[in-house]
């Protein structure tokens, strides 16, 4: 595709400018430090001469229904104001829909929008998406699709953490206390604790793999968490998914490797190893995987890098 395509319609022939813009907001995303950029959102999108349409939602469940009918009602394209989590429900509905899809970063984690060209600025990036909007032009992106054994599927943007993350984040949101980052900061400790290897079972394009292992990534993006490189080749326009694991280390090791990972010279470690493949079959005992942060289907689980299947306002 190139990036004259236009806003609707799943293939390259001219679709025309109907419908309109349907915009999911998280006012608690950034932990409420952007509250005040709803409203400017809204008026610069409605300047590119498309209705705009603000969608209701008080819970994730009502978001991701909320996104769902809009591009069932026939909304030309969906914008979100949030992180990487409110991507994520509007990944749901957009994915391999042609429905045009445009991310203001406005999270804590903005790592899809960030990795897909858009400006880490969110007033940059509403003007980005604004000019899109006017050109009628978008470009596509890959997203990964995963199937769980029972055919749940879930599609993710950037990166899922099926390792030593996914049980931080897990650990995190049965906490009710302490309240904000120190419960994460908590969580982090405790499973540092509890460490230990598990084995592993993967098939990269059907070639088997088995290992043990503490740190496990799969991703269509570089970066989750805000910018940590886990997967620093990943490349979401390459048709491929980049697989990054730990072997059986311990605390101390591990200690040492997470901070490197921001700057992604984590993979140079010996005891860190990277793959890429189009198709990921992972399975390990009591891992429930987290995908762009959110918390998605438990293991096993089959990734599936799905070439195109966004098209994002850019």
């Not at 903005?110 to 032009?137: H, K, Q, S, Y």
């Not at 049965?174 to 079972?201: F, K």
Request: proline share 7%; aromatic share 6%; hydrophobic share 45%.
């Amino acid at each position: 595709m190139t990036a004259n395509d236009q806003l609707s319609g799943a293939g390259p022939a001219a679709a025309p400018r109907d419908g309109y813009l349907a915009v999911l907001a998280n006012p608690a995303a950034g932990r409420g430090r952007y509250r005040g950029l709803l409203p400017i959102v809204l008026d610069r999108l409605g300047a590119a001469g498309w209705p705009v349409v603000l969608l209701e939602a008080e819970t994730a469940d009502q978001a991701r229904a909320a996104c769902a009918t809009a591009v069932a009602d026939g909304a030309a394209a969906l914008v979100t104001v949030g992180g990487d989590g409110t991507v994520n429900l509007a990944l749901q509905a957009v994915a391999d829909t042609g429905v045009a899809f445009g991310p203001v970063p406005a999270g804590t984690g903005n790592d899809f929008a960030v990795c897909t060209g858009f400006p880490a600025d969110p007033l940059a990036a509403v003007e980005v998406i604004a000019a899109a909007l006017t050109a009628g032009r978008t470009r596509p992106a890959d997203l990964a699709r995963m199937t769980a054994g029972d055919g749940t599927s879930r599609w993710f943007g950037a990166v899922l953490a099926a390792g030593f993350d996914a049980l931080v984040n897990e650990r995190a949101n049965r906490m009710s206390w302490p309240r904000g980052r120190r419960r994460y900061d908590l969580a982090i400790l405790v499973e540092l604790a509890r460490l230990r290897p598990r084995r592993y079972t993967l098939r990269l394009d059907g070639v088997p793999l088995e290992f043990d292992g503490v740190l496990v990534a799969v991703g269509n993006c570089p970066s989750y968490g805000g910018g940590m490189r886990i997967c620093p080749d990943a490349d979401p326009t390459d048709g491929q998914l980049d697989v990054v694991y730990a072997g059986p280390v311990g605390r101390a090791t591990l200690a040492r490797i997470k901070p490197r990972v921001y700057r992604g010279s984590h993979v140079t470690h010996p005891m860190v190893h990277s793959h890429r493949a189009r198709t990921v079959e992972i399975s390990a005992d009591g891992i429930v995987g987290y995908a762009d942060g959110e918390r998605a289907l438990p293991l096993p689980v089959t990734v599936t890098a799905v070439p195109d299947a966004v098209r994002l306002l850019i």
